[in-house]
């Protein structure tokens, strides 16, 4: 049976992939605030979350 990997957002907006929810993300650890991405929205939901990890590293060089 070939597993279904399912792309998870955190309310905060942090992406995770994997076949079950999160338990809690690491970014904000918040506790089952996952919801699964639809497959019509995944590729905007991970080019947001690229972005925003590059503003931090911007933000982390000030």
Not at 29 to 37: G, K, Q, T
Request: hydrophobic content about 30%.
């Amino acid at each position: 049976m070939k597993s279904k990997n399912i792309v998870w957002e955190c309310a905060c907006g942090y992406i995770q992939h994997g076949d079950t929810m999160p338990e809690d993300c690491p970014k904000c650890f918040r506790v089952a605030e996952f919801s699964p991405v639809p497959e019509d929205m995944i590729e905007e939901k991970e080019a947001e979350h690229i972005l925003s990890m590059t503003s931090e590293d911007e933000d982390d060089e000030d």
